[in-house]
């Protein structure tokens, strides 16, 4: 298939040449000439502009940084994706940004002509480098049929969440409680260290019981619990704290605009920011445990 | 094996009875009288205080509602276990209690002559009524070894926790860590549903990814989501939220006394009262997600 | 002088009747005919636009409900009030929005050779009818000294509170403060009360000490402890509940994007949140004490 | 008057001297015979225990850390005062304490025929060398009276609260208040100067408007806004960050056993407990803006 790429950086990196590994031809763009360059150093072709770059091809994925930028690309006078793209050819946004926005961009795109799922995805730089993501897609049955075989080039788990938006609402919804989760087992872990018990050994208890989650089994915050997280190796690599300070941002952000409470993952965003304040912002998200106890 | 037991309670009534099953002689003591007539009535002899239930027994049990319970029962003047029990007989709590408590009990103990172990149960009373409780146990490994054979009568796992007070902070940590689970998947669950996604599928979601926990994959708090969670059940039977609510203030009051911050652990019992006074504390714990959904 | 004046609802209105009662000739504008009608009956003229609105005035008050509203009808092309004002005129906005967008279309204004400044009140609408309310302005000082004669004709207390978007600034910072305090006394009013204590004793004590705020003295959220606040009239009147929740959601995201922890300011806006979702977010914002007491 | 005075600490000594000031007549108590030495340097007259301390004497005054030091210090086997005063003798006990363990031991003085008051101090070690310290008192009317010549020795405000215990319930519901107040101060100054505003001038605007409080207009946390707070001078002096945090421990505490929810009071215990494990317990407790802004 002839696909265009938007948006080069971390994760679209690694996720585009995927694509190109399994044979598909790729015209990529990005603002950044640099990042271009790595791309077409591998056979893709440049594209000018999102239009441009949306021209002559049978798919557009984008991956891009925050919501203003997927409006911007997408919706942008003269230069956007649907300035450009002839009506049929398929959408798929795998930035995480706010469903609202998913929504409306969504709607644009089938004004004019254009089915359109949004696919964000968790796994991180390790998962788009291993072609291991997995990509929470909202959009029609039919466009997430479409859709996927694309997606399986780049990812493992390829869900379907229901109608535009919901894979948005998946993300951001998961990892509010992924962060809550860890700040529970962060909490735990330094309480009952401080209260005299083996770390480890509470983490076996906790870990076959009704306190057991990923943060605790797969995932542990204090160091030396298990040997492969990035608790055991200075809170390198893994999923960056400012990261998950975004992704909860974007949550309560969402649960504002629908009236909804969410005492702890607004509580959870404040653990965040300050622990970002305090000079941590690019340590893993597990690196939150700093708070509870001293090194 | 002969064995005192005392308090014969909700928990203590089918703890007593499943050691009877299993061919022990019972001696039991509560301040209750008709608690006590149950278990004569089964074959188990009365005694007249904690002191004359630790004569002419192997072993003393005890499961008591709280930390002031556990210190007169066990150091009351003159009735108190310590005034009676020969030294050498094996002590075994399984009150939830501080660890502190404990821990002050069990040297009181040791200084008498007598070694303990803290004991504390999940499972609930089903648990206690199928004989499958697990104890989380703590005190020296030789009095583990000799405890194991009597708590194997009343439960499933057996789980050593190291010293004196560590079966107790296993189980307020543990405790703590599910309060706080159990709240980030109400609100998970309840805001994907309000930003328009169908509860099944986004637990479905979450449930394979890094957002899973006991909670969200066993005893999910969204109707409809698990058939046998309490949830489908208008929130009956299950572990009340007074419960969780007792724990979360022994937990948080251990946190308070060890110089230890605990923000979501306070935050969760917070919500637990809040929900407390709007009159749904006999409900499962899992009602908690009312706070965040209208019916 | 010469004024216009857009967005004439229960704020705009009588700000705008104060005007007209002051001497000032009006040019008026707003989306809704009646609204509209209400001023021309009172001697204003009507206008087609915001952009038609700016012409032949030597001054333009907006009083606006939001920050897409503020930029649409400052920036909207052909008929924005940029794209009519003559350059010179002053710009004076009276909603209450973030910061951030106040600060963006200020400079928009500047670029188009227009000063502006941003002037969000306080006082409610007995404030706007009296013509008592507080304007918080950012701006210029030349600016600032121009402004201040239209404002008087509208309120009491005209501050200068430094350059651009800090009006907006000193508005929703104190407004954080304040929903804070609120829930402060309506916790400390609640738990006194709850521990034995007459309230009015406890408010007299606490008014007369550290922990008095302009909520416990002068708007006091239990009923009967102040006659004239709303509590003592079933929280009637007032500043609304779901008011205050916008101004909290207004100041938790100026914070995210200023990467500012505020623990607080954020725990304030979820129970507003959940005290909405129960149905009262019509009542006065002193009414977050039914969150903490049965009626 | 002859006068026994228990508790000789930081707030003891100077109480205990201005007594003798006033022209009473000392006999004094303590555990540590240094603290006693200082007062038998200036007159006092030694004794060897609480009970041998309540003999001869009019009244007795005791100042001590915490409830447990209180309840054994009266009801002491022996040696406790109980054991020693003679009926009629009045009983006024000045610690900050739990009001459920404050009423328990003033019904065990009025078995034993003694009235009692308890009267904790706001005011500090300032406060208690200058003779105006604030006294919230709980008990009899006729109580009160008797207590206030004595009282009035030591400090410049002497207020009746209500029955026994009412004295504690006023003192931890304001410093509740208090400390909420103090971080929504930290908090909206932090916001204020990170947003763009002079700290100063944002103080004086939410001074003369609705987010006023005693710690924004008198003891302002940002350095350099009020000359004479300790924000001014490195917060040194003042009230102890780890006393507000035995404050909101014992009001947290408090409110649990009362089943009342105090959810910013809790998060405000949390926030005062991760500052203290910061190692800033020993700074005065507006230095809480740490958590806020970098130095």
Redesign the interface.
Known sequence: MKIGFIGLGHMGNPMARNLLKHGHTLKVFDVVPDLVKKLTDLGAAAASSPAACSQGVDAVVTMLPSSPHVRSVYTGKDTGILSGVPAGVLLIDSSTID?HTSRDVAMDARAHGNNMVDAPV?GGTGGAEAGTL?F?VGGETADFDKAKPILQCMGK?I?H???A??GQ??KI??????A??M???A??????A?????PK??AG??N?????????D??NPYPGVLENAPASRGYTGGFGSDLMLKDL?L??????A??????????????Y??H??MGNGGLDFSSIIK??K?D
Request: net charge positive.
């Open positions: 469903p968790s997995t929470m788990n869900v969440c229901g109608g938006g919901n609402v998946a919804c998961n990892n509010m409680m992924l809550i989760e700040i529970a087992t909490e735990g872990m330094a309480l009952a401080k209260l005299g018990m083996d050994v509470f208890i906790a076959t019981s009704s306190g057991r989650c990923w943060s605790s797969t995932y941002t949550v309560t952000e969402a649960a504002k629908a009236k909804q409470p969410v005492n702890l993952g607004a509580a959870a965003q404040q653990l920011q300050m970002s304040l708070l509870y001293k």
